[in-house]
């Protein structure tokens, strides 16, 4: 009776204690709170510059905003004139290439395949005032424009085809006494609109992130921490951290998730050494193009086809075009899973000149692999096409496509690949055969926004797994538990439980067969004595 | 018949919690290798951690009780008489012969068992425990805060890890179907639950008699 009791009481304090243990419930991660302690603080802005009477003015041209920010700012034009907003390119060790100039000026990519020749047009996202030709004065520091940059009016917008001007309503006087830190705006302008539309390259950059949910972005979401894109992207002397692998190539100053979060940023050691291998985008950023869709293929071959002698258009549903005549056929992806690469930082580039070495042609070559300490899985937009190149020479082409009339040998006028072959060829200096064709191209574009919540991270079984839809199903070059097994092995561990099995099987069933007839004799032989 | 005293507390204990953490390891385990699908691959990974870290615990304690006891002495291989333990396996049992070798508290196993035993011991639980533990350590993290990866390629621990559990798996099967052959068809599992074991009166005599001269 007592005994009982005694037990009794044990079992109830076990469970008790059981229930405790097992039972903590989310802890708070204190350096997740107190990260978000300092980046929810608004920015304190230390000076009114609308106060201020060198602004106090009308302004004839943007040159002369740039002047009066450089009579008080009197250093930072040089700094900015050292960047590759600036400049268009960087000076970067490449492997095989040794130290060479690699930008805007002289890679190609395949959506609007290169700057050169375009400028009129594509300055629209350079950073200076008058980027018509070839002959822009990189050293002149009254052209370079810090109000793209630094306006925080909303007013500023660079002009369409204006080489880098802005547009003609701008009010340069309540630009120049509203600028500031740079906002999500300012970066986005070209950020989120490059290759000639909202979220046309990246997939992960796009207008939606100016006011989302923290589904979207848990950093930027306006119900959320609401974080601008300078605060990760901090800068030194107008030098900004972070890397985009479709023009950059070296594995320095880049903007890592670890600088804020750690290296080892979950509770859980078994995440935690994950990142030994794995970038964090990896698994917090399931998918990109949340909100609009994304280019994922531009096909120049299919450009041309006119209406009665008229370039048109088709849209798909959601407004974005599925055909233009100017610029052919393109394939438009919402939430889309990344593919993932190795990738160790470092990148080359398709520049100018170089001859074809494999179809698809690899605009750009992410470096990595599962050997390389320096690597890690990386979520990447694949953007794939085909464009057009010199069938003799094996070289891609950079055609002219922009021109204000027609008859000025560009493409998006004339509707002759022949011509704006010759003309943009010529403009780069390099030959041009004569014979031009199409060949397949193929991009990647990390992807590092749009980061989930917790919640809707990538599970481990989506990468731990056997099944063909995998998301590291392709990704080679190493051992993945869940997903790798030896086939060989497979088949003689099978084929061992299995001989185990019927050798239990035959054994036992003589024994029973055996026992059986027995007991059956031994019933035969009662029956017969009775 | 006669109830001998064969297996003491602890063994038993050991035994029964052997057995299940194993299979429970084994299921998790082939979970984690991708053949089943039963509690999902981040459950499996937890559970197979925890479970593993439950029998390391366990083996250490029956290592030193081993030693103590000196219940080791039971798992030296022996050819003596394992030629009439194999006849008496694929021959005598069908025809209802008696076990060839006497079972009691000194001397648990048959010949055949001893080498079967001494193997599991020596070479396949060391070969699961030691890829496992290295599996385990595959990726550590350093005092720095460093995350080191293991020199040993992750496939080759993997494979032999998977190796050791069909193996383990073969030999469950084999072991629980040769429980049948006792006495009765349970009597050697239900020596294992109480100790006590049914064992007939004439070997107890025999061995008295031998225990006389």
């Not at chain 1, 999500?184 to 989302?212: I, M, P, T």
């Not at chain 2, 089943?36 to 029956?62: K, P, T």
Request: a negative charge; aromatic letters at 10%; charged letters at 20%.
């Amino acid at each position: 009776m007592n005994k009982s009791l005694i037990i009794t009481i044990f079992l109830v304090i076990l469970v008790l204690v059981m229930i405790n243990v097992f039972h903590t419930g989310e802890p708070e991660n204190l350096n997740l709170l107190k990260l978000k302690q300092e980046y929810v603080q608004p920015d304190v802005v230390s000076v009114d510059h609308s106060t201020f009477p060198e602004l106090q003015k009308t302004f004839n041209s943007p040159q002369d905003v740039t002047e009066t920010c450089i009579s008080c700012h009197t250093e930072r034009h040089t700094e900015i004139m050292e960047s590759a907003h600036w400049n268009w390119e960087r000076v970067a060790y490449v492997e095989g290439r040794g130290i060479t100039k690699l930008g805007k000026k002289n890679v190609l990519n395949n959506f609007c395949i290169g700057a050169s020749g375009n400028e009129q047009s594509c300055a629209k996202c350079h950073i200076g005032f008058g980027m018509n030709n070839d002959q822009f004065d990189f050293e002149n520091a009254r052209n370079v424009d810090c109000m793209v940059c630094h306006d925080n009016s909303e007013e500023y917008m660079k002009g369409s085809a204006t080489a880098g001007y802005p547009d003609r309503n701008v009010n340069l006087t309540k630009v120049a006494q509203s600028v500031g830190s740079p906002q999500k705006e300012n970066c986005g302008f070209c950020h989120f609109n490059s290759g000639g539309g909202n979220n046309v390259k990246h997939g992960d950059l796009e207008q939606a992130l100016l006011a989302a949910d923290r589904e979207v972005d848990i950093h930027m979401g306006a119900n959320g921490m609401d974080m601008s894109c300078v605060d990760c992207h901090t800068a030194e002397n107008h030098q900004i951290k972070g890397r985009l692998y479709s023009v950059s190539s070296e594995n320095t100053n880049r903007a890592f998730c670890e600088d804020c979060h750690g290296n080892l940023p979950h509770f859980d050691n078994i995440l935690n050494r994950h990142t030994s291998k794995v970038a964090c985008q990896t698994c917090h950023i399931p998918e990109y193009a949340k909100v609009n869709a994304t280019k994922m293929a531009w096909y120049w071959s299919e450009a041309g086809n006119l209406k009665d002698g008229e370039p048109y258009s088709i849209d798909n549903e959601d407004g974005n075009h599925e055909y233009l005549s100017t610029k052919g056929r393109f394939v438009w992806e919402k939430n889309v899973k990344p593919d993932y690469v190795w990738f160790n930082g470092k990148a080359d580039h398709y520049v100018l000149g170089d001859s074809i070495k494999s179809i698809p042609v690899e605009m750009n070559t992410l470096y990595g692999s599962h050997d390389d300490p320096d690597s890690k899985i990386v979520p990447v937009k694949i953007h794939v096409g085909d464009q057009i190149y010199d069938k003799k020479n094996n070289i891609l082409i950079q055609p002219k496509l922009f021109a204000e009339e027609a008859g000025d040998s560009a493409y998006w006028k004339d509707f002759d690949w022949g011509l704006a072959a010759e003309a943009g060829m010529e403009r780069v200096g390099l030959p041009y055969s004569g014979e031009y064709g199409f060949v397949k191209t193929k991009m990647y574009w990390p992807v590092n926004h749009m980061v989930a919540t917790k919640e809707n991270s990538v599970q481990c079984a989506e990468c731990h797994t056997q099944s063909e839809d995998g998301r590291l199903a392709s990704l080679e070059g190493f051992y993945l538990p869940g997903r790798d097994h030896s086939s060989v092995l497979d088949f003689i561990g099978r084929l061992d439980v299995l001989l185990a099995l019927l050798g239990v099987f035959i054994h036992g069933s003589i024994r029973v067969f055996l026992v059986l007839r027995k007991r059956k004799y031994s019933v035969q032989t009662i029956n017969e004595k009775v | 018949m006669k109830k001998v005293f064969i297996y003491p507390k602890f063994e038993r204990f050991w035994h029964w919690t052997q057995a299940t953490l194993i299979m429970f390891l084994a299921l998790t385990g082939f979970e984690v290798h991708g053949s089943i699908s039963v509690f999902g691959f981040e459950q499996a990974v937890r559970f197979h951690r925890i479970s593993s870290y439950a029998l390391l615990l366990l083996i250490a304690f029956a290592i030193f009780w081993h030693i103590t006891t000196g219940e080791w002495r039971n798992y030296i291989p022996t050819t003596k008489k394992i030629k009439d333990q194999i006849k008496y396996y694929t021959t005598g049992i069908f025809k209802g012969e008696k076990h060839p070798t006497d079972k009691n508290e000194l001397s648990k196993l048959n010949p055949l068992q001893k080498i079967v035993y001494f193997g599991f011991k020596v070479v396949l639980i060391p070969l699961v425990v030691v890829t496992g533990i290295l599996y385990m350590n595959y990726k550590s993290i350093d005092e720095n805060n460093i995350i080191v990866i293991s020199e040993i390629p992750l496939d080759i621990l993997a494979i032999l890890h998977t190796f050791g559990a069909f193996l383990l798996i073969s030999f469950l099967i084999v072991h629980v179907y040769m429980t049948t052959t006792g006495e009765t068809p349970t009597s050697n599992i239900k020596a294992m639950i109480t100790g006590y074991e049914e064992i007939e009166e004439e070997i107890d005599k025999q061995n008295k008699s031998e225990n006389e001269k």
